[in-house]
């Protein structure tokens, strides 16, 4: 192929060069990165399309090539990420915000949009980069939000998210792997995507996540469940009677989440499915 001279003709270049380095949806990817760098969104690139780029740009374009090449995940070569209407800076120091839980978010701010409680204390257990309780908080006036995270790093990255989109004044974040410093029976809802892979299933994940997304947020000790057993005793002891908690789960892990939110005494224990049709969330009712 001729030396390529244009946007168009230096996307084309950059998707077959990861093409035959086996990288998946080549042609995104080289979209995603062009339009990061062009400063645009991807579905913005046809502005570009003939212009020619500065060589800084090129150069910049084929550092992130090499980089997905080498088998980091785009999102942090580009190190922002969409979720919902947030932009999220994402980085090593947490999991990548997957589209699957957004509609985490969406169950929960049902939840608070038909409970109309004045002013919710709403509680992300492992909350990552933030996204789940920042984008509750953006969505929701009035409230306490709250994300605990085990890893300092994980909680630098929330605060820094918080603050790109103006949410500092409103979420707190802080380091906890429970929610015992909350009063008994004090928190309206408890969200939580936490960490649900069987380990021995990790380590047979797709290198680009296992090898560069932090283990901490994808382990979920032998059975997968692990997390779930410490959540569900926290809710027991902090959630509200008649408040909720709502968990992403894996696809095959439904029976044995909402047998373990049966046998803590929750009550409407309901499974919702992803967009995939996969069993994803599981949802229950703090009994009275
Ligand atoms: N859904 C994620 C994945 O498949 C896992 C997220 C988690 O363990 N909470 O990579």
Known sequence: MEKPQTVKECIRYGASWLERRGVDEAAVVAE???????????????RFAESRPQQ???DALGRG??????????????????FRELTLRVDKRALIPRPETEQLVDLVLKKLQSSLLPKPLVVDLGTGSGCIILSVAKAVEEGIFVGLDISDQALSLARENAKLNALEHKVYFARSDGCGEFDPGSVDILVSNPPYIPSAVVDRLDTRIRDHEPRLALDGGSDGLDLYRNLIFDA??????GGSVFFEIGDDQGAQVSTLLDEFGFIDVQLYKDYGGKDRFAAAVQSF
Do not use: F, N, S, T
């Open 32 to 46: 995603l990165l062009a339009a990061r760098l062009l400063k645009c969104k991807r579905m913005e690139l046809h």
């Open 56 to 58: 800084r740009i090129l």
């Open 65 to 82: 090539l090499r980089r997905v090449a080498a088998g980091e995940p785009v999102q942090y070569v580009l190190g922002e990420w969409d």
């Open 236 to 241: 027991v002891m902090v959630v509200k009677p």
